[in-house]
């Protein structure tokens, strides 16, 4: 985000934890970012690194308990979400912030048509409105994005519908009301290669048309590379890496961040006479058994005494930040010296 920048949604050392049996998992563990109007900033990181927790936070809609808001602040057009009473929150959510879930078959309701769902997310919104009204706005929405004779196939349910139809229609729910900002959790990760072009291009045209801000939430460094303005990195609840996109694929500081761009498939290659696709070896610490270090340091090729204790996020080069004590090009050669021998260097 630029300097001076007044951010539509500012995130402040937020920590979601979770009371389990096993103890408190800290599965979003002080995490802070900001979107600007008009921007979209990614959420990057492998499983359980605390993305979907973060967004899910954001609106709110983690069972509690077991989960519980610890500490931290979720501020939109200044105002503090998790201060909201539910009523507010629900006035908010739909309306204001919009999101797109992972997986369309589960975010549709089986027993009533898609146009009838459409239509009761205007309504909720629009209390005054009529049903012939909120019909209408449900099909201009359909069209919107691209489904073809929307007003026929408002009246399908879900199971006639193709998984990237149905990821359409969940687009579709999220525009009705005229969003400011559209989260959008793995939103292609359902779905196959040429439908999730097409989904991302439709992203992008709505975001432009719109002036939308979008958080995306993806594993997908292809994806990040396509549609973000800014990327930030997760690793174990924590953001060890912003940058703008460019940036970060060009010169990525941090290990895990340099692991994550060397597993990355080769463009053009085939399955023969290519090398071995890297791997980060070992395995995220649980979160329940977070310690106060770097949570990087029992896969990293640099750790040492120094990574005992816990590195803060640190500007390096003007937005571009990084959370490491060894934070250098030493890291993509401590990188190549474990893959050539197969193990740790």
């Known amino acids: 985000m630029a300097e001076g920048e007044k951010a539509l949604l500012e995130v402040r050392d937020l920590r979601t934890h979770f009371d389990t049996d096993a103890g408190t998992a800290r599965a979003v563990d002080g995490i802070s970012f900001a979107i600007a109007p008009g921007e979209c900033v990614a959420l990057v990181g492998e499983s359980g690194c605390g993305k979907s927790v973060s967004s899910m936070s954001v609106m709110r809609l983690l069972p509690s308990p077991p989960a519980r808001v610890a500490s931290g602040q979720i501020l939109f057009e200044g105002r503090d979400l998790l201060g909201l009473s539910n009523a507010e929150m629900c006035a908010v959510r739909g309306k204001d912030i919009a999101m797109i879930f992972q997986e369309p078959q589960s975010a549709l309701n089986p027993v009533f048509t898609i146009g009838d769902q459409v239509a009761e997310a205007y309504q909720i919104h629009h209390a005054g409105s009529r049903p012939r009204e909120a019909w209408e706005k449900a099909v201009a929405a359909l069209r919107s994005v691209g489904i073809p004779d929307p007003e026929s196939r408002a009246k399908d349910y879900p199971h006639q519908l193709s998984g990237g139809m149905k990821q359409r229609v ?4 999220a525009l009705i009301c005229s969003p400011k900002l559209i989260i959008a959790d793995e939103p292609t990760t359902a779905l ?3 439908i999730q072009a097409q989904i991302l291009d439709l992203l992008r045209t709505l975001r432009k048309e719109h002036n939308l801000s979008l958080l995306l939430i993806t594993h997908d460094l292809g994806v990040v590379a396509e549609m973000a303005d800014r990327v930030c990195v997760m690793y174990a609840g924590k953001i060890v890496e912003t940058a703008p996109t460019r940036e ?10 340099q692991g994550l761009m060397r597993a990355r498939p080769e463009p053009g290659s085939s399955r023969h006479g290519r090398k071995r696709l890297a791997v980060i070896p070992g395995l995220v610490p649980a979160a329940t058994q977070f310690k106060d270090d770097c949570r990087f340091r029992t896969r990293c090729p640099l750790a040492d005494e120094k990574c005992g204790s816990e590195p803060a996020l640190q500007a390096y080069d003007g937005e571009h930040c990084a959370a490491c004590w060894h934070t250098s090009a030493a890291g993509v050669q401590a990188w190549d010296a474990r893959d050539a021998k197969g193990g740790p260097a």
Request: aromatic share 12%.
């Open 248 to 257: 970060l694929f060009a010169k990525p500081l941090h290990p895990y961040t």
């Open 170 to 173: 969940c687009i579709a729910m």
């Open 192 to 194: 196959d290669v040429t």
